[in-house]
């Protein structure tokens, strides 16, 4: 614990170019932490992009015969604002109530370190060596966007060859249910750009003749959803696989009030969206559309009577698996054309898009994981799946071929992102225990007896 | 000339704290220059509020049974940004091709000069003496927005009395066509907020069950207006009173092509609105929607995937004779209540309002302004209307009880607002020789007879 207190010490705010600096110990901290541990190669790759920050490497590699873990984490954090509404500062690690307080206690820091003192106990417990093959790939701009692992993977795609990718970074559905995340979102991020008279115009002398960038605007986005939340652009259902039989009553028999989650976590006077679906399968397994700030015009203090000549909106669909984000974003593009009103040019751009992910919980890696959160933690394992986009999976899937097994020891009310982030230290220990067991699950007996 | 190019060097930007003392400096340009030229009781008149703007005073009433004119200017300015679009300085005063360049040459120091300089030249000519009284209200607020004026006319209504009000801030239909303003749109300006989660949310984990407060203000705008420009808010054309038959002709045979407005001032592929209705009609005679701006979500570099919790419009309608703006700001209200769809609470925030005006063109007031302007320009006075709002005519009628006779000497094209401000000279000349000749035009010969 007091080696991940001083990690939770380094401010790695990877957003903010002010931090670099404390990014970078964060990584030579993660670096020099591993080769102690007894990990090889253990080395910081920086990228010759301006403002990038490194990744970090290390393995062990003298299991002939066995499976190899590509074991990802990320050693950078969210910035910790609003500062003032933290009741510990979030770079002074504080233990309360069995949690540890600290940005990144979760996300990732926290997980990460459950990876690493995993490989680090094993290789202690056994003089040196590891029932498995492991690779530490450790990036610093989770959190920012940055390109660099991307770039990086699909460079060495040959020397990051593995089995199976573990990443623990998710949470838990609820405590004490151990949980594998099997599904993930895809995205396509846009803007939505409007154009309509030469320069912004007077209410007074225009108003009723020009076109108003904004009300286009609003008009595109009201003809792309309904109210009841049936996404209304051509085609964008037609290839969604719906979540199997199976997969939909596991999920049934999840503890789960949508009630409570409408009023402790949404807190709006009511939920939204597709009534003929239910709440956790509108999150997992369903598309969204959702638009999110609308650029244009005057929204200081005040009264001004401006009609805007041009307006931006971001955009973004959620995919699920069976969507392709390629085809996603062209129907998207032709929904804005059809839908733009007289007067305006209306265009959509594409931002950044990342597959949906599917993982086949019948694979092997995917059972070992669920054996061992099993032995862990009791219960049984629940598999869930997460409406958020985690593009390394798909690029893992892509570039080395490779599932991952998404395994989180998180809590949902963690607070990640936000003010008072936290890690439930009992699950921290846990999770370090049941690495060391699936690790030891994943060794195939037969390959590693003598001849 | 000389005295206004000082005037105009004075950076009395209202609008900006910064250049308060400007303002003022401005204020007491005019008090001393309308003292000097004979003027009475010149004085400077506080606001006790902080940060108001004084109105500068002063009268020659010594016409004994003559009309007394009430003649309304304001010194202050608009902002001169952007500053590197203007070809010489804003606040150094060029003469090009016949124009005077300079922010406030035509909105309004120049068009207000007019007033000082053709009751200067008369009490010169005539030994101190003048063919009717007038009073100069002159405020300093008008580009900010500013209370001060309000308060003061309706507290100080009886020393204001007049026969007509005389305000000379409007711009003359085309070149060389004499007009006269005889109708005004009202305003009804306002916020349209909506309220959905408790915070905002992020739309991969809540993405199709939690509202989006940006996408409902998108549906609620929507619903507002129809794509051909007609507003969908119950009874708001009930009371519209149409232009009278005369005066519909009257703008037929005005020299306006709608071809080259739409590229030449609005530059948008097309014009929009309510197509049964020509151009001037809809400016000039029918109400519009507009929506001026939209706060929310994230709008900065970048994709972030914030589901927002809130969502603000501001929004206005202009208003035409008949409609009353207590009555349109209730049915806005209402039909933004009924247009909201489910899981966000929304309502309409008035903020301000302002009557549509008409004005007689059978008043002898206008009569006798058309002919001093038909002698000083030639040719026959158009009566044009105006799509914007001009809330101190509607305070004199309401608390003065005397009707305005709105009077331009600027052009279309002064570029008031907008970097490269300026005003015809021989305009200005001509705007001179035609307030000289309305006072003596309004001299109601029989009364000044000796008994």
Not at 84 to 110: M, V
Not at 282 to 290: D, G
Not at 299 to 309: F, H, L, N, R, S
Not at 350 to 378: R, S, T, W, Y
Request: with cysteine; aromatic share 8%.
């Amino acid at each position: 614990m007091d080696d991940l207190i001083s990690f939770l010490r380094i401010p790695s705010i990877s957003a903010d170019p002010a931090y670099s600096t404390e990014v970078r110990r964060a990584a030579e901290f993660v670096r020099a932490w591993l080769d102690r541990a007894g990990l090889e190669n253990a080395q910081l790759i920086d990228s010759p992009e301006a403002g990038a920050h490194p990744i970090v490497y290390a393995d062990w590699t003298h299991a002939p015969g066995q499976p190899t873990l590509l074991l990802y984490g990320h050693y950078d954090v969210q910035p910790p604002d609003p500062l003032e509404e933290w009741i510990s500062p979030p770079f002074e690690p504080t233990i309360r109530n069995g949690n540890l307080y600290a940005r990144g206690a979760a996300d990732d820091k926290g997980q990460l370190f459950i990876l690493m003192e995993s490989v680090a106990q094993t290789l202690r417990e056994n003089r040196g060596h590891l029932p498995v093959n492991v690779k530490f790939l450790i990036e610093g701009e989770e959190e920012s966007g940055g390109r660099h692992i991307d770039r990086f993977v699909t460079e060495n795609a040959a020397d990051l060859s593995a089995d199976a990718a573990v990443i623990c970074d998710t949470a838990m559905f609820a405590p004490e249910i151990p949980s594998i995340t099997t599904g993930l979102r895809g995205i396509v991020y846009g803007e939505i750009h409007v154009e309509g008279a030469a320069h912004d115009l007077h209410s007074g002398d225009y108003g009723g003749v020009a076109p108003n960038a904004l009300e286009a605007t609003a008009q595109i986005i009201a003809s792309l959803k309904s109210r009841d939340g049936k996404i209304l652009i051509s085609g964008i259902y037609d290839r969604v696989l719906p979540p199997s039989a199976a997969e939909l009553e596991a999920w049934k028999r999840l503890p789960f009030d949508a009630e409570e989650f409408r009023r402790r976590e949404v807190g709006s006077p009511a939920l939204t969206g597709e009534s003929d679906f239910d709440v956790l399968t509108r999150i997992w397994a369903r598309p969204t559309l959702e638009v999110h700030g609308i650029l244009g015009g005057y929204t200081g203090e005040g009264a001004k009577t401006v009609i805007p000549a041009t307006a931006t909106a971001k955009i973004s669909l959620r995919l699920v698996p069976g969507q392709n984000p390629g085809e996603v974003a062209s129907q998207l593009a032709s929904a804005v054309a059809a839908a733009c009103p007289a007067g305006v040019i209306a265009q959509f751009n594409l931002m950044h898009a990342a597959p949906p992910c599917l993982i086949d919980p019948e694979n092997p890696f995917v059972k070992k994981a669920a054996q061992a959160l099993e032995a862990a933690f009791g219960g049984s394992t629940a598999y869930i799946r997460c409406g958020g986009s985690i593009p390394i999976v798909g690029l893992f899937e892509q570039k080395l071929g490779i599932p991952s097994v998404l395994l989180g020891f998180g809590l949902p009310d963690d607070q990640i992102h936000a003010p008072n982030e936290k890690l439930l230290i009992s699950n921290y220990l846990r999770g370090i225990a049941c690495m060391i067991q699936y690790y030891e699950l994943l060794r195939i007996t037969p390959l590693v007896l003598p001849a």
